[in-house]
C-alpha cells in the first residue's frame, strides 16, 4: 500500500519504513520556531526539563512579530525578557525589530522550513509550512520546549484528504479566494479536524509561492492538522539561495490512501468574501457589492507577501482610496518590504493613500497596530473574523483576498476587482 | 472514579471565549488562568472566578470544543485551575486536544453525549474503562479509553514531567 506524501514524511522522520493513519510516532523536528509573547515561556520550560542547551542552536528559530514595536510599557519589558533569553541561550537565528518578520513568513522565506521534513512553530498558522512540502504544525509552548530539549514532536498519523484542483486561474483570482472557497464547502473547524489536506493538480502546479502559502496558512481553520503542498519546480526555484539544508522532492504514491478526495475547478471560481463572525459564512462578491466599510487592511501571514502587494499596486495605481476608509498595509517581512519598495510598489500606494506600517503581525490578532473599535466595519485580507478578533467585538470583520480589498477601497463600498481592467 | 457535576456547552466553545485577548499575554498558571477562564463564553462567567466558582468537575460538549484557532495553553491550564477533571464531547479542535494530551486532562471523544445530559447533572467517569454515568438520571454511556501514550503522559502528570523523567533516566523518548 502506498503512502502519502504526508505520511512519507511521518515516517522518514521517525526512522520507519512506513507509517499508518492512526499510529502515534515521535519524529525529528527540523525547525521549532517561537516568537515574542510565548518565547520566554518555552525557554523556561525547556530548561525545566533538565537540559542546558538546546538540541540545535541552528534550529530553534526566534521572531519577534506579535508585540513589536512595542506600544506599550507592558510589551517593551516583555519584549526585553525576551531578548535576554534568545541571547542567554545563544539561537543563531533571531529576528528582531529590524530584521523582522511574521514567524510564519520568516520560517519559509528565510529556509528554515525544508522539503521533506517537520517543522512547529508555537502559532496556530505554522500550518503555512506546508507551501514548500513540508509538514508544518502549530503546538502549544510544552512542545516546543520539549522539541528544543529533545529534536523531537510526537504525532498521531493523520488520515489524508486529497483537493485535487483544476482549471485556469482568472484575473484577481488568488489563492484566498480558493481557500474561502474551500472554506464555504467544508465549513469552519468541521469536517475536516484532524485531517491532513493536500493540494495537488494542475491549478496547483501553475499557482506562486505566495498563494501556496496563503492555502496551507489557512488549513487550520479548517481545523486540519497541515496542509501539504508536494515540492515542484516552484518550490525549487523558492528555495534556491535561501534553504538553510539540503532537501530532496518528495510525492504522494500513485495508490495512496485518501479518505476523501475533493476535486475544484477554478475557472469559475470568482472573488470571495467570508461575511462578520464566521468563517465559513463565505459568498461571491457580487453578494455584497455596495456594502460599505471604513477600514481596509492588507498584512498578516496569510496575505501580506509581495504577490499581494503586486495586485493591490495594479489596482490603486493612479487612484485614490476613498476618503471614507482608512487603508492600512502591513507587509509579512522586512524582505517584502524592501522588494515591495525597490519594485516601486510603495509609492504607487501612499500615492494612493495607503497608510504603511512596520512589518508585525499588526491588528489581525487584535492586540497591536490598527485594531478595531466599536461600529468599525472591516475588509480584511488577514484570517480570522470572529467577533473581537481585531479588537472590539462590536466591529465588524469580512474577509477577502487583496485584490478586493484594493478595489473596494477605491469605491468605498464592496467592490468586483473585475470591474478594474486587469 | 472521578465524580462531581457538570457544565453542558454546545456548540463551537472557542477557545478565544474561554481565554479572552487581554489574557494571552499572561503567563501560563492554573490557579491566575482559572479566574477568567470561559470569562467570554457566557455573561455568567465574566467576572473573577465566574467559572470557577461553579465548583463544575467536567463539561460536556458538543462539536469542536475549544475551537477558532490559539495554540496557546492558558485554555486547558485555566480550565485544570478551575477545577476540570475531564472533558466530554463530540468532536475537539485539534490544537487544544494536543494541549489537554500533553497536560494530563482528559478530552474524551463521545458522539452525541451532550443530548443526555443537563447542568448541574452528578457524573461519574472511570478514566481506566471509559465508563460514564449520569448518576443524576441514571443513564450511561461508553468511551474509548485513552490511548497507550495518551495514559502514559497522563499517568506522569502531563508531557513535561513524562519527558524531565526519560532525561533524567537517559532513556529515549521515543
Known amino acids: 500500500m502506498g503512502m502519502t506524501i504526508t505520511e512519507k514524511i511521518m515516517a522518514k522522520q521517525s526512522g520507519r519504513d512506513s507509517v499508518k493513519p492512526g499510529e502515534l510516532v515521535w519524529v525529528d523536528i527540523e525547525s ?34 506579535h508585540l513589536i514595536p512595542p506600544p506599550n510599557q507592558k510589551f517593551a519589558n516583555m519584549l526585553n525578557e525576551w531578548r535576554e533569553v534568545v541571547k542567554e541561550n545563544d539561537i543563531t537565528h533571531f529576528y528582531d525589530l529590524g530584521r523582522q518578520g511574521i ?11 525544508l ?96 498563494g501556496r502559502m496563503t492555502l496551507c496558512n489557512m488549513t487550520v481553520d479548517l481545523g486540519a492538522k497541515n496542509g501539504i503542498i508536494a515540492p515542484d519546480k516552484t518550490t525549487a526555484a523558492y528555495l534556491d539561495g535561501v534553504a538553510k539544508g539540503e532537501w530532496e522532492m518528495i510525492a504522494s504514491d500513485d495508490d495512496a490512501k485518501y479518505e476523501a478526495v475533493y476535486e475544484i475547478d477554478v475557472t469559475n471560481l470568482g472573488p470571495t468574501v467570508a461575511k462578520p463572525d464566521k468563517l465559513d459564512d463565505t459568498v461571491p462578491v457580487e453578494e455584497l457589492v455596495g456594502t460599505k466599510f471604513n477600514k481596509a ?48 510598489y510603495l509609492e504607487t500606494l501612499i500615492m494612493a493613500g495607503v497608510a504603511i506600517d512596520t512589518p508585525s503581525c499588526a491588528a489581525c490578532a487584535g492586540i497591536h497596530t490598527g485594531v478595531a473599535g466599536d461600529g468599525d466595519i472591516v475588509l480584511s485580507a488577514g484570517n480570522r473574523n470572529m467577533k473581537g478578533r481585531m479588537g472590539s467585538k462590536n466591529a465588524q470583520i469580512y474577509l477577502t483576498s487583496p485584490a478586493v480589498v484594493a478595489a473596494s477601497a477605491v469605491k468605498g463600498e464592496i467592490t468586483d476587482p473585475r470591474t478594474f481592467a486587469a | ?29 492554573p490557579e491566575e488562568n482559572s479566574k477568567w477562564v470561559m470569562a467570554g463564553v457566557d455573561e455568567a462567567f465574566n467576572k473573577e472566578n465566574g467559572f470557577k466558582d461553579q465548583g463544575y468537575t467536567f463539561i460536556v460538549a458538543a462539536h469542536n470544543f475549544a475551537g477558532g484557532g490559539k495554540s496557546i495553553e492558558h485554555v486547558v491550564a485555566g480550565l485544570m485551575g478551575a477545577g476540570i477533571k475531564a472533558v466530554f464531547a463530540d468532536s475537539f479542535a485539534r490544537l487544544q486536544f494536543r494541549n489537554a494530551i500533553n497536560y494530563g486532562l482528559p478530552f474524551v471523544t463521545c458522539k452525541d453525549i451532550v443530548k443526555g445530559f443537563e447542568t448541574g447533572d452528578e457524573l461519574s467517569y472511570d478514566p481506566a474503562t471509559g465508563a460514564i454515568e449520569n448518576v443524576t438520571k441514571g443513564t450511561e454511556f461508553n468511551s474509548v479509553p485513552a490511548a497507550p501514550f495518551v495514559a502514559d503522559v497522563g499517568a506522569a502528570g502531563g508531557l513535561m514531567n513524562f519527558v524531565r523523567d526519560k532525561i533524567a533516566k537517559g532513556e529515549p523518548i521515543g
Open chain 2, 1 to 29: 472514579m472521578i465524580k462531581g457535576k457538570c457544565w453542558v456547552a454546545d456548540d463551537y466553545v472557542m477557545s478565544y471565549n474561554m481565554i479572552l485577548q487581554e489574557y494571552w499575554t499572561a503567563p501560563i498558571d
Open chain 1, 115 to 210: 522539503p521533506g521534513t517537520v517543522s512547529i512553530g508555537t502559532d496556530s498558522h505554522a500550518n503555512t509550512y506546508g507551501a514548500v512540502g513540508a509538514v508544518g504544525n502549530a503546538v502549544g509552548v510544552t512542545d516546543a520546549a520539549v522539541a528544543m530539549a529533545t529534536g523531537k514532536a510526537w504525532f498521531r498519523v493523520p488520515d489524508s484528504v486529497k483537493f485535487h484542483i483544476t482549471g485556469e486561474w482568472q484575473p484577481w483570482i488568488m489563492g484566498k479566494d480558493l481557500s474561502l472557497h474551500i472554506m464555504g464547502m467544508m465549513h469552519w473547524n468541521g469536517h475536516l479536524i484532524y485531517k491532513t489536506l493536500e493540494y495537488t493538480g494542475p491549478a496547483i502546479a501553475s499557482l506562486d509561492m505566495a
Open chain 1, 103 to 113: 514567524a510564519h513568513q520568516i520560517m519559509v522565506e528565510q529556509g528554515h522550513v
Open chain 1, 32 to 65: 521549532v520556531m517561537t516568537m515574542d509573547y510565548l518565547g520566554k515561556t518555552c525557554f523556561d520550560k525547556f530548561k525545566s526539563l533538565g537540559k542546558t542547551e538546546v538540541f540545535n542552536k541552528d534550529k530553534v528559530i526566534c521572531v519577534s512579530d
Open chain 1, 297 to 344: 487592511f492588507v498584512g498578516t501571514c496569510t496575505n501580506g507577501r509581495l504577490e499581494d502587494i503586486e495586485i493591490m499596486a495594479k489596482i490603486l495605481k493612479d487612484k485614490q482610496v476613498h476618503r471614507d476608509v482608512n487603508m492600512m498595509l502591513v507587509p509579512a517581512s522586512q524582505t517584502v518590504y524592501l522588494e515591495a519598495l525597490r519594485k516601486g
